[in-house]
Each structure stands twice: as structure tokens, then as C-alpha cells.
């Protein structure tokens, strides 16, 4: 992080300037003193050469022992000053105010100074940044020094112990009182001091982490291969989903809902049978608390600081999944949209293409959007971190759909989150959203055969029921002229009994009445189109013009002839 700095930019030129500045008065303030020192150094060197070149030792002044002890109490002096300064420095060098964190920075700057400081970690949105110039500091072997980590707002690291190789099997330094040694622990945002033997396992970003895997292909249970995008939002900075659940009297788990501006009451049945067996087992454990109220919806934010559970965030950093192809360690964000893909070809394996998108619904309702979808959001979301709230009656009746929620009326059990094993829980991951896009057919012509195929079968329909139609048509006409040939035939009757008439007037009556049922709208709808003409042939054929249309005997063919 300091390079490209000016030097006196960098943490370290401040202590080493201070340093600099008081060894200098030292040696200015006793320099007649140190150079008797140093005489003292020369005489100690020439008395153990002496032995082998024989020269004579230089004679010391009468009052060398009270020099060197007025140099040592100096030195003494000095050194206890420097570190109170370099104290009172480390009140202003970080945000520090417990007494134990104060003394861990002094600690610190303590290393530092003397160039045995284990490397010092910057947090940035999950990743982890460190100075170059201390990147080589953990090859050399000295992470058994105490390291320091700043973590930003918006992150937080899991660090572990581990042994040390045999060259460095020290004892570890004591554990600051007030803490509690552990294996592993989570460090939040601020400043972080790693102990004695403990190295970063990982970081994490407790921001919302959004995911998406395109191309997912899958089959449907007829065998058509569709293709969609697959996305999660999900994180690991805010608390969990509190539902609010109850038991009904034949001991069936349901989810209650309150509506946030009706105050109206909802019911589902749908949850997790894990989930719903677990529930059941823990209040037969549990008593309610009658102090506790209504666990508040809490609201979602992408902003700083970020709630995290040290517990799950171990489980996301240690729980890491392990690629079956190359064998290598996969992100923890990783695993939200790879479980979210597993559930929707699941799914949509169960179902068929016609059962998606239905031809033969004319409403506005969809399977797709109204029922796989929110299945699909609801079973993912299940998978994840999740909380519940048992809640319970005064009275000891069952909730009602469409009830208005007084909470002075019901008993509520302290909400509790949920245990049972589940592939994004095990790793302390809630998912906040997740979706998939249309599905797109691989086969362009699958859209144009279903539609070819339920045209078909409609086409199929329009004309049995067109058969129908004509059967009950012609049953119709066939009544109707059955009914015209009974009127006919009584007509026909009515003249053969007609006494006094010649056969040629008994033949001009039946044309006569033939004629005129023809004529008639409800019987003429029921001949076929060229009666009229064959009966006007008829007419023609029998009586030519010019005839007068009276019967041979001189009876006309209104009646019998009359008597002059």
C-alpha cells in the first residue's frame, strides 16, 4: 500500500525520524563519554591481543568506571524516553480506546520499528490488499509475530492458528486478558489484530452479490430441451428472514403472513417438510416467552455497516466446494447459483412444455408466472439461512385466512433459526432473490409444431362438433318434410274422397294441390330448387295453351258441371 509514497509519507519514517533525533543528542550530549567507550573497547581488544603481538595496554583515565556508569544511566534514561514517546505515538497512529487494543498497537509499532512485524493486511470489499514490501515477510518465516488487519466497512476475515514449522516451535505469546483463545474466529470491520501463530483463511464481502449462469439447458418430462439464465442475489451481511408459523389442530406446520397495510392475515402451507419436522420437534422443547413480541420484517440494504453472524460467516470461507472436474476450491459465491440451476432443472423435469405454456387456457392466469416461478423462488430461497417464529392463539384456535392480526391476542415464541441441513444454509448464505429468464426452445421448430398440433387438434374439434351440428340439421329437415308429406297426403285424401269428379278434373285438383303446397315459403324451403320448374313442365305438358282447363264431360275444374 505505500509504494509510490514520498519516504516521509511512509508509516515508518516517523518513529525512525524520532529515533534519529534523540541517538544523535545522545551522542552530542555524551560524546566525550562515548568516545571514552570506545577507549575502553580498544584497551579490552589490545589486552587480548597482547598475547599474541606482545605490545603494551594503554593506561585508562582514573575516572573511566564513573564515565561508563554516567553513560549507562544515560542510556537507560534515554531508551525509557524513547519508548514512552513511541507509546504515547501509538494512542494517535489508529483508532484504538480499550486498554487492550492500545496495548496491541503498541505492540505493534513495536515490530514495525524493529523490522520484526508480521505483514499488514488491508480489507477492500472482500479482497485482501497487502504492502509488496511485506508480502515476503511470511516466506522468511516470521508469522509468529503478532499481524494487523484493517477491515473496511463493507468486509471481514477469518483467521486460524496453525503450528509452526520446527525452527520456530517458540512459545506463543500470551493471550491478551479479557480474550478467549480460539481456533478460529471472524474479525469485523476495523482493526484486527492477528495473534501469534494465526494466518487469514479468507475474506469475505458482506455486500449483496448478484450471480447469474447463462445458457442453463434442461429437459422437460415430455423431452424438450429449453434453454434460460439463472440468477441469485444473495449475501452474507444481513440477518435472516423471520417466518411466522403456526400449528393447526391436525399438527400440520403453516405459514402466517400479515399484510402491512390491511393487517389481513394469510395462510400457506407450503414449506419445507425438513423444515416443518424440525420446527415441530423444537417447540415441543421450547416454552413461549412472554415477553417477547412480533419479530419485525427487516429492511434489506446494500449500504454500510453490514450486519454478519461470525458463525456463518466460518461456514461460507471454511465449507468451501470443491470442483469435481479439476479438483480445485470454488468461492463461496459460487455455490448460490450452481444450487439455484440443480433446483430448476429439478423442477422443471416434473413438468411438461404443454403444462408451461398452455394453448388451451383462454384466461389471463399462467402456470409459468403464477405457480412454477414462485415454487422455484420460494424452494430456493428455503435453501438458505432461514428463521422462524412459532406463534400461538390465546384462545387456542386456529388462525383464519382474512383475519385481522391483533398481536395482544396470540402467544410468540422467540424466533429461532433453522438447523437442518441444507447445501446454501450449511454455508450461512441467505438468498434474497433469484429468477430465471424465458425459456428459449434449442429446436426453433418446436414452437411451429406445437402450434401446427394444437391447430390440428382444434381443427379436429370445429368438426365434430360441425358434424354434430349437420346430423342435428338434417334430422331437423327430415322431420320437416316428413311433416309437409303428412299434410300433403291428408290433402291428397280429402280429394279422392271428393265424390261427382271426372278423372281429369281428379288430376287437375291433385296438380292444384301439388301446386300449391309447392308454392307454400315452409314447404318450398324443404324441395329441391327445380320443383317449381318440373311442375310448371307438368302444367304445360298437360294443359297446352290455349286450352281452356274444364274436364272432357264440360265440367270445370273448380267443381261438377252445374246444369243449364
Known amino acids: ?33 562515548i568516545l571514552l567507550f570506545l577507549r575502553v573497547l580498544q584497551v579490552i581488544i589490545q589486552y587480548i591481543l ?13 575516572d573511566t568506571p564513573q564515565a561508563l556508569l554516567i553513560l549507562s544511566v544515560n542510556l537507560i534514561f534515554y531508551l525509557g524516553i524513547y519508548f514512552i514517546i513511541l507509546k504515547w505515538i501509538s494512542f494517535f497512529v489508529l483508532p484504538a480506546k480499550a486498554g487492550v487494543e492500545r496495548q496491541m498497537v503498541y505492540g505493534r509499532l513495536l515490530d514495525y520499528v524493529l523490522g520484526i512485524h508480521g505483514p499488514a493486511v488491508f480489507v477492500k470489499n472482500g479482497k485482501l490488499v497487502a504492502r509488496k514490501a511485506e508480502e515476503s515477510v511470511e516466506e522468511e518465516g516470521k508469522t509468529r509475530f503478532a ?56 475474506s469475505v464481502d458482506l455486500r449483496k452479490q448478484f450471480r447469474v449462469a447463462k445458457g442453463v439447458r434442461g429437459y422437460t418430462s415430455d423431452g424438450i430441451e429449453l434453454k434460460t439464465n439463472v440468477f441469485v442475489i444473495f449475501t452474507l451481511g444481513q440477518p435472516s428472514d423471520v417466518v411466522t408459523v403456526f400449528e393447526t389442530k391436525e399438527h400440520a406446520i403453516c405459514v402466517m403472513s400479515i399484510d402491512r397495510e390491511t393487517r389481513k392475515i394469510s395462510i400457506s402451507d407450503k414449506i419445507d417438510p425438513a423444515d416443518a419436522a424440525e420446527i415441530r420437534s423444537n417447540i415441543q422443547l421450547q416454552k413461549p416467552n412472554l415477553d417477547a413480541d412480533m419479530t419485525p420484517d427487516t429492511l434489506s440494504s446494500n ?113 429461532t433459526e433453522l438447523k437442518n441441513s441444507k447445501p446454501i444454509r450449511e454455508r450461512g448464505i441467505k ?13 426453433s421448430s418446436i414452437p411451429d409444431q406445437r402450434f401446427d398440433t394444437w391447430r390440428a387438434k382444434q381443427q379436429k374439434e370445429v368438426e365434430l362438433s360441425n358434424a354434430e351440428y349437420d346430423l342435428e340439421i338434417m334430422r331437423e329437415t327430415n322431420h320437416a318434410r316428413a311433416h309437409a308429406q303428412r299434410e300433403i297426403i291428408y290433402n291428397l285424401s280429402q280429394i279422392f274422397k271428393l265424390p261427382g269428379y271426372t278423372q281429369d278434373a281428379m288430376a287437375i285438383r291433385i296438380f292444384q294441390a301439388l301446386e300449391s303446397a309447392a308454392a307454400n315459403p315452409a314447404t318450398n324451403r324443404l324441395l329441391p330448387r327445380d320443383t317449381m320448374d318440373m311442375l310448371k313442365s307438368f302444367q304445360r305438358l298437360l294443359f297446352p295453351p290455349g286450352r281452356d282447363e274444364q274436364a272432357p264431360d264440360g265440367q270445370s275444374s273448380d267443381g261438377p258441371r252445374q246444369e243449364s
Not at 154 to 161: Q, R
Not at 403 to 415: H, L, R
Request: charged residues 25%; proline residues 8%; contains cysteine.
Open 50 to 62: 597482547k598475547f599474541f603481538t606482545y605490545r603494551p595496554v594503554s593506561i585508562l583515565p582514573a
Open 431 to 443: 438468498v434474497i432473490e433469484c429468477g430465471f429468464s424465458d425459456f428459449i426452445p434449442s429446436d
Open 303 to 415: 449500504r454500510p455497516p453490514f450486519a454478519y453472524q461470525a458463525d456463518h460467516i466460518i461456514s461460507a470461507v471454511i465449507s468451501q466446494p470443491r470442483n469435481a472436474k479439476d479438483g480445485k476450491l470454488e468461492k463461496w459465491t459460487d455455490l448460490p447459483a450452481q444450487v439455484a440451476v440443480s433446483t430448476l432443472l429439478d423442477e422443471l423435469s416434473r413438468i411438461s412444455y404443454d403444462e408451461l405454456y398452455s394453448l388451451e387456457s383462454y384466461e389471463t392466469a399462467c402456470y409459468l408466472y403464477d405457480t412454477f416461478k414462485p415454487e422455484f423462488r420460494r424452494k430456493v430461497k428455503e435453501l438458505g439461512v432461514l428463521a422462524y417464529q412459532f406463534v400461538q392463539r390465546k384462545d387456542g384456535k386456529t388462525p383464519q385466512e382474512g383475519d385481522i392480526f391483533n398481536k395482544d391476542k396470540f402467544i410468540f415464541w422467540n424466533a
Open 147 to 202: 499481524s494487523l488487519a484493517l477491515v473496511d466497512l463493507a468486509s471481514a476475515i477469518v483467521v486460524e492458528g496453525r503450528s509452526r514449522p520446527p525452527k520456530l516451535a517458540l512459545p506463543d505469546k500470551p493471550v491478551p486478558k479479557g480474550e478467549i483463545a480460539l481456533p478460529i474466529r471472524v474479525l469485523g470491520p476495523g482493526i484486527g489484530f492477528l495473534r501469534s501463530g494465526e494466518r487469514i483463511r479468507g
Open 1 to 33: 500500500m505505500d509504494d509510490g509514497k514520498r519516504f516521509y509519507e511512509r508509516p515508518v519514517f516517523w518513529p525512525r525520524l524520532i529515533g534519529g533525533i534523540f541517538l544523535l543528542s545522545f551522542i552530542i550530549a555524551f560524546r566525550s563519554e
